[in-house]
DNA sequence: CGCATCACG
DNA sequence: ACGTACGTGATGCGG
């Protein structure tokens, strides 16, 4: 009769932290009418349906704390000594959590000295006695030491909608020992969130060896003076009764004096009248539909804004007036270069002007309206305007505050290219493009074009609203040259780079897919034959069964999902077999074949020209990226991939292709901006760096005692200086052992002292700031830099590293294609500038102009910013891209 | 839709 | 004791 019964308990406190935490980015766009903040009772109830539809409990009990003493505080007047106190903003949702569980049918409590963990423990074994299932759910991995075989833990992962889920076996397979044994491990490790101590120097990894070997730390403690003498030994001796006391404190107690019964559980399923009166006071919109309630349109709709027809009347007014006036051109699907315009709206004088009649660009006023470079307009993203715009006829000018630029230049972070997140990250309520025409097959039009319309409006109030604030920010931060001078004049240059798109020759493109499709058909017959078996070669996994488990060949690498087959592992494997040799060149031709010789041909269009688009606002170090298709990474290292080039062609037979690329940026830009001697020597000099890098660390006398190795060690050691050194990172790179490379880093600090100095002062900048900066004044933020876990904040360390070098090389280029582009104008040149690849600007220009462009092209780049090394650079042209360099 | 892999700087 | 190089985007697989 008990045998279908299934108790489910969860741990209130704990997983209410994770919940506010998981979506503590949205804290203040939860907020209810009464202003009390919901984002853990709303995360917390995803959570709740998700269980309650897997598990199905006929019992369910929330646990919660009652209150910071307990039986625990006691033992240890210090436990949870250092635990940062609950935040206001959580603190306020723990009763309306309780409450809304008890409108959800699930009892609640809480009891005096005890805190949820304990009852927990003891209402899952009194389950455990009746014959239920228990199922635990916990952001606290020490409940798992409950697990038995009738009771699984889940642990949130990620947030709080995924779960962990520990049975017996689960814990073994994770930690190596049984769940009975975690307490005598957190005893001997102690917890730095419980503030409890443990034994020195005792963590996890020695505390599973110990009990692996004892048993217990009863067991451990019986034969600790029989170990052989050692420092882990004196620690276990000195440390021997905070590590009992640990234990204690690590123990749930499931013997608590829970006064509830089983039978008290119960679970009552929604109250759903008062449910939903909850839901509604709270705006949880999403739940109520859930439950099929209508919800009030007044809570869905934008508010209103007045506006009228933009026509020739409205023209007028807005021709004629003075003052900035902000503009929004609506498009309507992916990518900008083909989708439509489906409406205007220009605000002027604080009225609104709005039509989806696109007709009225063909209005000429408006169209010398927009043209006209004194008529100063407010927008969001310029360069996705001026592109649409184009396509229209209609040129754009006059642009004075492009919203999308300044907030990436106030934080990095906000780069998501919505309107309405940026809004919503100061504070003003405006949908994001996908929940204003929704999502995936639901994406759509509104039919009603006054929603439409009063959408637009509302993107054009937040750009006047937010104005003066952003631009406040940006005079507060320095940044408004860099606004000004770079990132608002590199928009345009973008804009007519991609609108004027590169010629690909598809002929040839075809002809390559042909080849390789041959090749292809060829290696994957050889590969067949000699694993004895067909596979598909591009699934790793079963690529992964053929080679370690079919031809036994060793796994140096595994990932989280199985063997890992990357070329690293592959290249150490193939003297043992030669299917993989050409598993290798299987995936080098295969790779090519799909992404560019087959996938480039997708993106050319009718002009039989590739329009990328460059992300302006995207990177964290003011790189651009390029997509639909990436031109940033073209093959260029093997020969094979290199070929795709050929491809890229100038748009008549008379033109060539001019490449142009900085040598050594970042490494000029570090000499630069760390101020060392040496390192600007080697440069003022034009020594080649890397043989001046290794003569330096080798300890030799001149370059010409340098070997090639000795230069490729060097050149990897000054690549990893770049990136925010480490020794085990290098030692990966160039195949040495890590204290070889801790030698390396050590002789390089002696040999070049003020990177040295500029490393260990840009981390202690990043710590006291919260940012790093380029030399443009470009901001990352940095908050990771004070985490407590290593790796996260070593990686914040890193990070502070490398922005301020790859950062400054950016705007480098920036400068120098703005300054390109108007030299361009100035001397009325015909070529064109198509592409940046991060360090290399790409033209097109008639033979005729190439010798001028080889005086103009690198004088521009080499004069962009003054610093105190020279800048240099190499170029080359032909009559296609591969030819170019 | 996340993961592994690999293309570029 | 921890587990790494910095910054990107596209593809194919498989749940």
Known sequence: MTKNKKLLLIDGNSVSFRAFFAMHNVLDKFVSDDGIHTNAMYAFNNMLDIILREEKPTHALVAFDAGKTTFRTEMFSDYKGTRAKTPPELMEQLPLIQEMLNLRGIKTYDLKNYEADDIIGTMSRKGEIEGMDVSIITGDRDLTQLTTDKVTVRVNVKGVTETEAYTPEHVKEKLGITPDQIIDMKGLMGDNSDHYPGVEKVGEKTAIKLLNQYGTMEGLYEHVDEMKKSKLKEHLINDKAQAFLSKKLATINCDAPVELKIGDLEYQGDNQEQLIKFYQKMNFNSFLEKMDVEVESSTKELPKIEFSELNDEAIEKIYNYEQPQTLIVESFGENYHVSPIIGLVIESNGHYYGTTDIAILENDKLKNWLADDSKEKYIFDNKKTVALLRRYGCELAGISFDMLLVSYLLDTNDNKTD????????????????????????????????????????????????????????K?????????????????????????????????????????????????????????????????????VVLFEDLKLPVIKKTKTGYSTAVDVLEKLKDKSAVVQKVLDYRHISKINSTYAVGLQKFIQPDNRIHTIYQQTLTQTGRLSSIEPNLQNIPIRVEEGRQIRRAFVPQDDDWEMFSADYSQVELRVLAHISGDENMQEAFKEDYDIHAHTAMRIFGLDSTDEVTPDMRRKAKATNFGIVYGISDYGLSQNIGITRKEAAQFIDSYFEQYPGVKKYMEDIVKFARENGYVETIMHRRRYLPDIHSKNFNIRNFAQRTAMNTPIQGSAADIIKVAMINMQKRIKDENLQANLLLQVHDEMIFEAPKSEIPLLEKIVPSVMDSAVKMDVPLKVGFAHGKSWYEAK
Not at 485 to 512: H, W
């Open 476 to 544: 507060a931060n320095d940044q408004d040259s860099l606004y000004d001078e770079i990132e608002l004049p590199l928009s345009n240059v973008l804009a007519s780079m991609e609108i004027k798109g590169v010629k690909v020759d598809a002929t040839r493109l075809k002809e390559m897919q042909n080849d390789f499709a041959k090749r292809l058909d060829d290696i994957e017959q050889q590969i067949y034959t000699e694993a004895g078996q067909e596979f598909n070669i591009n699934s790793p996994k079963q690529l992964g």
């Open 419 to 474: 309107i309405g997140i940026v809004a919503q990250n100061y504070g003003h309520q405006l949908p994001t493009e996908d929940e204003f025409y929704g999502k995936g097959v639901k994406k759509a039009i509104p039919e009603d074009e006054q929603i439409l319309l009063n959408f637009l409006c509302q993107k054009a109030q937040v750009i006047n609203i937010l104005h003066d604030k952003m631009f406040s920010e940006l």
